[in-house]
């Protein structure tokens, strides 16, 4: 869509536009008018079938992806088999319906592919919101994610003094500040907290690679080893900043937290997609994924054989609502075996956007999320200089 209807709030116009993307009915949407991101997508979950994720996407942008609360719904329930699968493949026993403590050291609401996993992480995994534990009450909102791209392109080209910021958001400075104030010292009182209630107990703790190894470290350091209970779950994906982990990062992880296996996970919002890395250190797509790997120069599909290195697209046979193609900005290499016993196509572990090939780029990735967040909300509040 065109970057002036999101800076100038013509949602009418994005309405129309999203609703070619989607079989869902948005009529009742189209035509009306906001003056933020976080309204229209509040009247699009209220009173359509739509669920829209946004990206926090390359600096100044915003992708918009449209599911059904359907598509959503089939898709946890796949992944969270899968997760099983590949902790304990030996294992037959049903794990669904067993439930453990929740900890989520980010946000507990908003409408990113992560966080519009919150719900689900309470109902299947939790149980019941109370053993759902979130670093912060509070949510994320889309209108200060766009303003952090806006801010990183601003600051890239020296126009800082420049941008302009809605009186909508001008006028929500008291709810930043309440946010920066919760957020000031959260973490380490949230670590505190939590490890005094649930020591011993089986968790799922899952977070950012380089989030969970600054725990980890933080905790071994004050003498804390297997802190949670055998059968507890880490999982872990997304990204490193551009930060280089230790080797031994799986290590430190587990024996903080008292597990032998790390699920490490490659995905995208683009996908329903989860996939987890196999005995082979190979990520394994799901069935209803199709892969391709495509010439990066031309387009053009490599041999679904052996082992082909390109750009990764795929297929997602999920998708019932909107069309299931995607062509990423990730160099992959997959093969369509594995001496893992497992015969869905799987990438090597060694993934990187051809982005990160070029110097300068200034791509917000899942890691850095929560740190531009945080400049949108010192530039809201007045302390960005």
């Known amino acids: 869509y065109p970057l002036s209807l999101l800076e100038k709030n013509r949602f009418p116009q994005l309405t129309k536009w999203l609703s070619r993307l989607t079989t869902c009915d948005v009529s009742v949407v189209a035509g009306q008018e906001f003056d933020s991101i976080d309204d229209w997508l509040d009247a699009l979950d209220a009173e359509t079938e739509v669920r ?17 609360q359907a598509e959503f719904e089939t ?206 250190n190979r990520y394994h797509m799901p069935a209803w994924i199709i892969p391709f790997v495509l010439d990066p120069e031309t387009g053009a599909p490599t041999p679904r054989a052996g082992s082909q290195r390109g750009r990764a697209a795929f297929f997602d046979l999920l998708s019932n609502t909107y069309w299931g193609g995607f062509v990423s900005g990730d160099e992959v290499e997959i093969r369509w075996s594995c001496d893992c016993g497992r015969t869905t196509p799987n990438l090597h572990n060694h993934i990187q956007r051809f982005s990160d090939q070029k110097a300068g780029d200034d791509k917000i990735t899942c890691a850095a999320a929560e740190e531009a967040h945080q400049a949108a909300l010192d530039l809201l509040t007045g302390e960005l200089v």
Not at 113 to 135: D, I, N, Q, W
Not at 189 to 195: A, C, D, K, P
Request: aromatic share 10%.
């Open 52 to 68: 829209v994720s946004h990206s926090s996407g390359t600096t100044g942008t915003m992708s918009f992806l449209p599911r059904s």
């Open 75 to 280: 898709w946890w329930r796949l992944q969270h088999l899968n997760l099983f699968e590949f902790l304990d493949p030996e294992s037959r026993h049903d794990h669904t319906g067993e439930h453990m403590d929740v900890i989520w050291p980010t946000f507990s609401r908003g409408r990113s592919g992560t966080h519009r996993a919150v719900g689900f992480f309470k109902r299947y995994v939790a149980g019941s919101p109370e053993r759902f534990h979130p670093l912060h009450d509070t949510g994320v909102s889309a209108d200060v994610m766009f303003l952090a791209g806006r801010v990183r392109r601003a600051q890239a080209r020296g126009e800082l003094d420049q941008l302009e910021i809605s009186p909508k958001l001008k006028a929500r400075r008291v709810e930043f500040e309440a946010q920066q104030k919760d957020m000031a010292g959260s973490f380490a009182r949230f670590f505190g907290e939590l490890v005094a209630s649930l020591a011993g107990k089986r968790v799922m703790l899952i977070g950012q690679t380089t989030l969970l190894h600054d725990l980890a470290k933080d905790g071994l350091a004050r003498g804390l080893e297997n802190v949670f209970a055998p059968g507890s779950i880490v999982q872990t994906g997304g990204g490193r900043k551009g930060l280089v982990l230790p080797d031994d990062w799986e290590q430190t992880v587990g024996r903080f937290a008292g597990v032998d296996r790390i699920a490490l996970t490659y995905g995208m919002t683009e996908i329903n997609m989860t996939s987890y890395r196999c005995s082979e």
